[in-house]
């Protein structure tokens, strides 16, 4: 079987805050906490609030400590939600991102953290109250097979027209083509279709194509006898255009990270390719199957 990887490389960023040699600090210090993934645990331990600061003079509280990625995995992006509450059940309110890892968190890597605590505390009154995941997402690594027109344990098909193979990344499918025949091939794009894991079927954009112009009329693709083509396609639903601060297009993925990618294992998905030869079109439907999915 061919194993297809989805997912980027990405590095961490630890944030930390320096203070003058000549502050005072006080600690109070926490238990260390399990934060418990279906992929494995990371753990929140060296953790203390304490105040820096001149005596007599304003002080500031700061919570820190580290976090150790324990999973058997690098992940992609994480979120942690983590709740703190004083002996009188006042929360502690924390920055939008405090605990957002969205450069990635390797395997076996520890992350420092210290973060400045807003409002007048009780520092030593002080604890954490939960610790939890808000989003992850770790790489996924698929295994594809072809059901259709033949039985193959790799995403690739042969006959006397042509040869093609099938790769997938996250929000395209990539393949080769070649042309075996001693005449042209004729791709005829606005007839190829993709249909997806929940049977549905869409017009595709190809490489070169504008996405602005997705759901333009397409020129066709001409292959020269003998010749290859390393081409892609994407449905074209699954490309949109999201305005505001952060304009731009955005895709959908047809083969998502974990844990969404989960959903995917034991289905399948298909290409139907008009190709058309000395003026008759011979219509490929190529079915691929997912027959397994496990996290990088």
Not at 37 to 42: A, I, K, N, Q, S
Not at 236 to 254: C, L, Q, T
């Amino acid at each position: 079987m061919d194993s297809m990887k989805c997912g980027i490389r990405t590095a961490t960023i630890a944030t930390l805050l320096v203070w003058p040699a000549f502050a005072s600090k006080a600690d109070h210090q926490l238990p260390d906490v399990a934060v418990r993934t279906e992929l494995g645990d990371f753990q929140f331990k060296n953790m203390a609030i304490h105040q820096t600061g001149v005596p007599g003079y304003t002080r500031a509280s700061h919570f820190s400590g580290d976090i150790e990625n324990r999973t058997d995995h690098p992940w992609l992006w994480i979120d942690f939600k983590v709740s703190m509450a004083d002996r009188k059940g006042v929360s502690i309110n924390w920055h939008a991102n405090a605990f957002s890892y969205r450069k990635g968190f390797a395997k076996g890597a520890t992350e420092h953290f210290d973060y400045v605590l807003t409002g007048s505390l009780d520092v030593a009154s002080l604890a954490v109250s939960s610790v939890g995941v808000g989003i992850g997402l770790v790489g996924a690594k698929y295994t594809i097979t072809m059901t259709a027109p033949s039985v193959s344990e790799s995403p690739r098909y042969e006959d006397d027209v042509l040869a093609v193979v099938f790769k997938t990344s996250e929000a395209q499918l990539d393949f080769t083509l070649k042309n075996k025949t001693g005449d042209p091939l004729k791709i005829d794009w606005n007839q190829f279709a993709f249909v997806d894991a929940d049977g549905k079927s869409m017009k595709v954009i190809h490489g070169g194509v504008k996405l602005a112009d997705k759901g333009a009329s397409l020129p066709p693709t001409i292959i020269p006898p003998g010749a290859n083509i390393d081409e892609m396609v994407a449905p074209s639903e699954y490309v949109s255009f999201v305005g505001g601060v952060a304009a731009g297009w955005r895709h959908r993925p047809i083969f998502p990270d974990f844990p969404a990618a989960a959903r995917l294992k034991g289905k399948t998905f298909s290409v139907f390719m008009p190709v058309e030869a000395n003026g008759i079109v011979k219509n490929y439907m190529f079915t691929l199957k997912v027959s397994d999915v496990s996290p990088e």
